[in-house]
T-cell receptor, first 115, second 114 residues
Framework: DSGVTQTPKHLITATGQRVTLRCSPRSGDLSVYWYQQSLDQGLQFLIQ???????AKGNILERFSAQQFPDLHSELNLSSLELGDSALYFC??????????????FGPGTRLTVL | SQQGEEDPQALSIQEGENATMNCSYKTSINNLQWYRQNSGRGLVHLIL?????REKHSGRLRVTLDTSKKSSSLLITASRAADTASYFC??????????????FGTGTKLQVIP
């Protein structure tokens, strides 16, 4: 158990819908990262927040947005869902803000299926 | 695009044998990390090697880094069935805003046959 929690575990929804994925980092970790993992794209970094502020951005679509709240939990919002958004979404956390220098602890993931 | 690319894509060995997987990357890095992922689960950090280090050990793991060739290798000695997993290298790169981010390679799928 990494100490990172993600809810829900599974999500099935229809195209065009909007969903929110939630992540609680390990106690004491200030950084939260979001990743998308699909069979054809591999593990893609989406976005990182550090202590409430956006720190780094990856291949995040404009239809996706995220935020980190004062209690450090984070939410990833996915809107206008398409079939291709079906994937495993992971959240990870680390103590520091520099990803290359910090071990990331991954949550169990949310499996999103868009029908 | 991926910063790191692992090779081979898949590897199948007998229990007790050594497993070697390689990672090549494109731009200079500060550090390189290796992670393991059991099927459908979150990644687990294995080891971090700094750009000024050439070799690092952790238990049955040995990681080397050759910055001149922009490559790293992960050796698992005396493999066990429990080592069956996908292994990813992670390297740092700059995002469009100049901030540092970590990108993961495509992974090597290791199967250890009992």
């Amino acid at each position: 158990d990494s100490g990172v929690t993600q809810t829900p575990k599974h999500l099935i929804t229809a195209t065009g819908q909007r969903v929110t994925l939630r992540c609680s980092p390990r106690s004491g970790d200030l950084s939260v990262y979001w990743y998308q993992q699909s069979l054809d794209q591999g593990l893609q970094f989406l976005i990182q927040y550090y202590n409430g502020e956006e720190r780094a951005k990856g291949n995040i679509l404009e239809r996706f947005s995220a935020q980190q709240f004062p209690d450090l939990h984070s939410e990833l919002n996915l809107s206008s869902l398409e079939l291709g958004d079906s994937a495993l979404y992971f959240c990870a956390s680390s103590v520091g803000g520099l990803a290359a220098y910090n071990e990331q602890f991954f949550g169990p993931g949310t499996r999103l299926t868009v029908l | 695009s991926q910063q790191g690319e692992e090779d081979p894509q898949a590897l199948s060995i007998q229990e007790g044998e050594n497993a070697t997987m390689n990672c090549s990357y494109k731009t200079s890095i500060n550090n390189l990390q290796w992670y393991r992922q059991n099927s459908g689960r979150g990644l687990v950090h294995l080891i971090l090697i700094r750009s000024n280090e050439r070799e690092k050990h952790s238990g049955r793991l040995r990681v080397t880094l050759d910055t001149s060739k922009k490559s790293s290798s992960l050796l698992i000695t005396a493999s066990r069935a429990a080592d069956t997993a996908s292994y990813f290298c992670a390297t740092d790169a700059k995002d469009s805003g100049g901030y540092q981010k970590v990108t993961f390679g495509t992974g090597t799928k290791l199967q250890v046959i009992p």
